[in-house]
C-alpha cells in the first residue's frame, strides 16, 4: 500500500536498527566532552528570526536563502535553528553568563534546520553535536576544542579524516585584506561566476568556496589571509598549532578556509573525511570574537565547532544493528497475564525481555522468540511449569516457577562474565 504521508522533503526517519549507531556517537562525545569540563546547554528550536540574521550574518547562504521562518499568532518573525552558536550565545548574554569564571564551556546537541538542496549526506533537517569554549581569546582553548573533535573522530574509528586549519586574521586584519582580495577580484571580475561577481563587495572570501572553473582559477593567484596575518594574530595561530602538534593531531595549513558563518576571526578550521563524496565536512568551526558583543552581550572572545551526525554516520558506514534480548517468553492462552508479569519483574532486575502481545499461536511465539534473537526462551506451560531454551544449542532445563525472573538474571549475569 502505497503511504499517504510522507515525511517533508530533505528530512528522514531514523528506525530503531539505525538508533543504536547514532546514540554511540552521542554517548562517545557526551563522555569526551565532560572528560574536558564542559557542561551540556540546551537551547529551543527555534528562535527570533532576528537572532539569526545577526548571530549568523545577513550576508551568509544560510540566513539569505536557507532559514525556515514564519509568523507566529503576534505577527511575530521566528525561525527554526540553522545552528547552535548563536542560540548558545544568546544564552550566555541572557543568563549573565559572563559573570561566572570565564571560559564557559558548553556543548549542545539536537537537531538543526536549513532549507538546502537535499542530496547525500545533505538534508534539512540533520543533528549536529556542538562545543563552544565563550570567555578566553587563549589559543589553548581553540586547540583544546580542535583537540576535542579530533578525539572524538578518533574514538569513533571514522576512517580518511584530515583536518584543514586556517586563519582569518582579527576584525581589523581582515578589514584591510578584505579590500585588498576584493581589488584583486575586480581586476579580474570577467573571469569570475555571476554569483561570486555579484557578492564581490558583500563576501569576496566565498570566491574561495566557488566550484566555477574560472573562479577557481582566478583564486589560485589570490592572496590568502595566511600571507597577511598581523604579528598578534601570527602569534595567536602559531601558539594552536604547536598545542596541536604535542597533542600528535595533524593538520594541513589551508590559507583559502572560508566558513560559511560570517562571525568567525582568527582561527578556523574543518574536519574532512575522504569517504565521503561531494558532502565531506565532518564538522568545522573556528574563533569568533565578535560574536558575543554582536548580540548585545559585552566584549567576549569565543572559540567553537559543530559536527554533523549524519555524516559521521555516513563515513563509518555502520551496519543496522539488532536489538539484544536475553529472553523471550512463550506462554499459552492461559498463561499470558503470567507471561507479562515474569517479563516485567525480569525488566525490574535489569534484563531484556520480550514477549508476545498480539494473540500468537505457542508455535507463532516460538517462531517470534526466533526472529527475535533472543539468546533464550522462557516457554510456560499450561499446568504451571516451565521451561529455559537456549536458543542457539537448543538445550532446555525445567525452571524454578516461584523464581523464573531470579533465574533469567542469574543465567543473564553468566552469559555476560
Ligand atoms: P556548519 O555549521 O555549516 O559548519 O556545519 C557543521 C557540520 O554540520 C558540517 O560539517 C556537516 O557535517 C553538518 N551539516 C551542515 N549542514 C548540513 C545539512 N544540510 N545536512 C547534513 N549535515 C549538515
Redesign the pocket.
Known amino acids: 500500500m502505497p503511504a499517504r504521508f510522507q515525511a517533508p522533503r530533505?528530512t528522514f526517519d531514523v528506525l530503531p536498527d539505525a538508533s543504536a549507531a547514532r546514540a554511540h556517537i552521542y554517548v562517545t562525545a557526551a563522555h569526551a566532552f565532560e572528560r574536558a569540563g564542559y557542561g551540556r546547554i540546551e537551547t529551543p528550536a527555534f528562535e527570533d528570526t532576528e537572532l539569526f540574521a545577526r548571530g549568523v550574518g545577513e550576508s551568509t547562504d544560510?540566513v539569505q536563502k536557507e532559514m525556515f521562518s514564519f509568523e507566529d499568532q503576534g505577527g511575530r518573525s521566528l525561525t527554526l535553528r540553522p545552528?547552535a552558536t548563536a542560540s548558545i550565545c544568546r544564552a550566555y548574554v541572557e543568563h549573565g553568563m559572563h559573570r561566572l569564571p570565564q571560559p564557559v564551556k558548553l556543548w549542545s546537541w539536537g537537531p538543526?534546520f536549513?532549507h538546502?538542496r537535499p542530496q547525500a549526506?545533505?538534508?534539512?533537517q540533520?543533528h549536529?553535536i556542538d562545543l563552544e569554549a565563550i570567555g578566553t581569546d587563549s589559543p589553548l582553548a581553540d586547540a583544546e576544542a580542535i583537540i576535542l573533535l579530533s578525539d572524538i573522530l578518533a574514538e569513533l574509528a571514522v576512517p580518511g579524516v584530515t583536518l584543514r586549519l586556517g586563519s582569518l586574521g582579527s576584525h581589523a586584519t581582515r578589514a584591510a585584506y578584505r579590500d585588498e582580495l576584493i581589488a584583486y577580484l575586480r581586476s579580474h571580475e570577467s573571469e569570475l561566476s555571476d554569483e561570486v561577481r555579484s557578492r564581490i563587495d558583500q563576501n569576496p572570501l566565498r570566491a574561495f568556496d566557488s566550484d566555477h572553473e574560472g573562479t577557481r582559477e582566478v583564486m589560485r593567484d589570490a592572496p590568502t589571509m595566511l600571507d597577511r596575518l598581523s604579528d598578534e594574530d601570527g602569534a595567536h595561530f602559531e601558539a594552536v598549532k604547536s598545542s596541536l602538534d604535542r597533542a600528535k593531531v595533524a593538520y594541513e595549513l589551508d590559507g583559502t578556509l572560508v566558513?560559511?558563518?560570517d562571525y568567525y576571526t582568527r582561527t578556523v578550521f574543518?574536519?574532512t573525511s575522504d569517504v565521503l563524496g561531494a558532502?565531506s565536512?565532518?564538522?568545522?568551526?573556528g574563533r569568533y570574537d565578535g560574536l558575543v558583543s554582536e548580540l548585545g552581550g559585552p566584549e567576549v572572545p569565543a572559540v567553537g565547532?559543530?559536527?554533523?551526525i549524519?555524516?559521521?554516520l555516513l563515513a563509518l558506514d555502520s551496519p543496522a544493528e539488532e536489538p539484544h534480548l536475553d529472553a523471550f517468553i512463550v506462554a499459552p492462552e492461559s498463561r499470558r497475564e503470567l507471561a507479562l508479569e515474569i517479563a516485567t519483574q525480569a525488566r525490574r532486575a535489569g534484563a531484556c525481555v520480550d514477549l508476545d502481545l498480539a494473540g500468537r499461536s505457542e508455535k507463532g511465539q516460538m517462531k517470534q522468540a526466533n526472529r527475535s534473537g533472543a539468546e533464550r526462551a522462557v516457554i510456560l506451560s499450561d499446568d504451571g511449569s516451565a521451561l529455559l531454551r537456549n536458543m542457539t544449542t537448543g538445550s532446555e532445563r525445567p525452571l524454578d516457577t516461584g523464581d523464573i525472573q531470579g533465574e533469567i538474571a542469574r543465567e543473564q549475569a553468566e552469559t555476560s562474565e
Request: proline share 0%.
Open positions: 530533505g544560510i545552528e538543526y536549513r538546502e549526506g545533505r538534508f534539512r540533520f549536529q566558513r560559511g558563518l574543518e574536519f558532502q565536512a565532518l564538522g568545522g568551526g565547532w559543530a559536527a554533523g549524519e555524516r559521521i
